[in-house]
T-cell receptor, first 114, second 115 residues
Framework: AQSVTQPDIHITVSEGASLELRCNYSYGATPYLFWYVQSPGQGLQLLLKYFSGDTLVQGIKGFEAEFKRSQSSFNLRKPSVHWSDAAEYFCAVGPSGGYNKLIFGAGTRLAVHP | EAGVTQFPSHSVIEKGQTVTLRCDPISGHDNLYWYRRVMGKEIKFLLHFVKESKQDESGMPNNRFLAERTGGTYSTLKVQPAELEDSGVYFC?????????????FGEGSRLTVL
């Protein structure tokens, strides 16, 4: 069965430090991959997506993610974290084509220390 | 332009009671989705409407859950009777199209607590 694993439930980083959030998926074909963020009091917001092509994708708010087929991973990175990045981050896969019927991971909650 | 709105934002009910959650999608979005996150776990797909028709309801957990979208505008999700395991956050999302062009726009979610 298709699944998404986010191994880290909580991560704490210092402001200005680099960040990498891990995501592994289980899916037979080339997946459609997404990262969403939920800030306090807000809905899920799309950070970036991978459908095909260049395996390094850029998103909003200075985030990027790299698709590695050999590792079944789609890790999210940011070179320098800001206090406003404190939120919960969700990795998702779209097995039905694009955004249809997304399968989400359990989320990683990011805390940022000043 | 207004985003996806959901209410109530939080509902606390007793086991056996009924709760109705409402979602207003972005105007003009024919596609409406319900997802649920239980106990801090994964966010799981419940169902997908295209206008007023249920396109896919494979994620609905059981017949205590009833989703409607009369007139193809807002949608309601009724839980009757509610059980403890129904506690969680219910997200609604809408999109203009489906597939790779169908970016989802999510609401803030409705938190349901069943005591």
């Amino acid at each position: 069965a298709q699944s998404v694993t986010q191994p880290d439930i909580h991560i704490t980083v210092s402001e200005g430090a680099s960040l990498e959030l891990r995501c592994n998926y289980s899916y037979g074909a080339t997946p459609y991959l997404f990262w969403y963020v939920q800030s306090p009091g807000q809905g899920l917001q799309l950070l970036l997506k991978y459908f095909s092509g260049d395996t390094l994708v850029q998103g909003i708010k200075g985030f990027e993610a790299e698709f590695k087929r050999s590792q079944s991973s789609f890790n999210l990175r940011k070179p320098s974290v800001h206090w406003s990045d404190a939120a919960e981050y969700f990795c998702a896969v779209g097995p039905s084509g694009g955004y249809n019927k997304l399968i989400f991971g359990a989320g990683t909650r990011l805390a940022v220390h000043p | 332009e207004a985003g996806v709105t959901q209410f109530p934002s939080h509902s606390v009910i007793e086991k056996g009671q009924t709760v109705t959650l409402r979602c207003d999608p972005i105007s003009g979005h024919d596609n409406l989705y319900w997802y649920r996150r239980v106990m801090g776990k994964e966010i799981k797909f419940l169902l997908h409407f295209v206008k007023e028709s249920k396109q896919d309801e494979s994620g609905m957990p059981n017949n205590r859950f009833l989703a409607e979208r009369t007139g193809g505008t807002y949608s309601t999700l009724k839980v009757q009777p509610a059980e403890l395991e129904d506690s969680g956050v219910y997200f609604c999302a809408s999109s203009l199209q489906t597939g790779v062009a169908g970016e989802l726009f999510f609401g803030e979610g409705s938190r349901l607590t069943v005591l």
